[in-house]
């Protein structure tokens, strides 16, 4: 069984603002890492690569020129037998089910961010969209959150954490 923590929307640096303790300890203790996009400096991502586990990450709306040029728009990746897609926005959640299908045919789920708000839902035809929310800045969201995934035998189960 395959481990992921996942995040999306740290928009670090900014002002005095980290990743909390709890988030570090569980991305320590990953697998791997996935982040949605918004990391925003390169630093971050450095920062997540010093943690130990391999980042997984695509670019968001508000990264600079340097991650740009690093990360990919979008991603898929096989875990534990699972294909997992991941990109930043998935767009209007008004047919998001259907669109993520047409994007990314063999996915087993996606991970997407830009929103803050997480959801973790199923289609029809077993596609998982799961977004982590944000564990730095919550917007409309009632709590600072972040992801956790097991993958095996070709399947894979989110699981969202409350970080306050």
Partial sequence: MTRLAI????????GGRSLPDRCVDLL???D?????GDLVSTGVLDALRALGPPVHAVCGNVDEPALAR???EQLELEVGGARIAMVHDSGAAAGRMARMRRRFPDADAVVFGHSHIPLHETGP???QLFNPGSPTDRRR????????????DGAVRFELVVLD
């Fill in 7 to 14: 995040i999306s929307d740290t928009h670090l640096p900014r």
């Fill in 28 to 30: 320590r203790g990953a």
């Fill in 32 to 36: 791997a890492i996935l982040h949605a």
């Fill in 70 to 72: 690093e990360l990919p």
């Fill in 125 to 127: 035809d077993g596609l």
């Fill in 141 to 152: 969201a009632p709590h600072h959150t972040m992801g956790l995934a097991h993958a095996a």
